[in-house]
């Protein structure tokens, strides 16, 4: 119980990356004032435009550019490092390519560096949401019987 409390608090924690790094956008992108959808836009950035990436926080980035600053979805922006595409042994690696880049790119959260743990906040509002998704032993095992679902036995492994 304790590692999945832990994994959740580590889920909703803003983990500082991508500091004064350089990118470009890969299509057109509106920069939001806040790190949501539905944030008021500020300005439009063109596709391949420069930007400074400033701050990461869950799927957006904010980011700074001779067009203005704000936060931008991830997904709209590379490194400038990887405009040139793929090289050697990293092209091996690619088994799906699309676009004109021939790169495709999916994006998610490889795991926390020891900075990331260090500087790791927790979010009381998300951890508070997360009380909503939470059942006793009686529906887990109902729900689990709706499933056919099994259960197994797993031995508890020690930390190393």
Excluded: H
Excluded at 20 to 34: F, L, M, P, Q
Excluded at 68 to 77: D, I, R, T
Aim: glycine residues 8%; hydrophobic residues 40%; contains cysteine.
């Amino acid at each position: 119980m304790k590692k999945l409390m832990v994994l959740l608090l580590l889920s909703c924690i803003t983990l500082p990356a991508w500091a004064d790094s350089i990118g470009y956008t890969v299509r057109n992108t509106e920069i939001k004032a806040k790190p949501f959808s539905d944030a008021a836009t500020l300005a439009t950035l063109p596709e391949k435009a420069s930007v400074t990436i400033v701050q990461r926080m869950g799927g957006w980035v904010r980011i700074s550019s001779s067009t203005g600053n704000g936060w931008v979805k991830m997904l709209n922006l590379r490194s400038s490092s990887a405009r040139t595409g793929d090289s050697g042994l990293q092209s091996l690696f690619n088994v799906g390519r699309t676009g004109s880049s021939g790169i495709t790119v999916a994006t998610g959260v490889r795991g926390l560096s020891s900075e990331d743990v260090q500087n790791a906040s927790p979010n009381p509002v998300e951890f508070a949401k997360l009380k909503n998704y939470a059942v006793n032993q009686n529906q887990a095992s109902q729900f689990a019987q709706s499933g056919k679902l099994k259960s197994y036995a797993v031995e508890f492994v020690a930390a190393q």
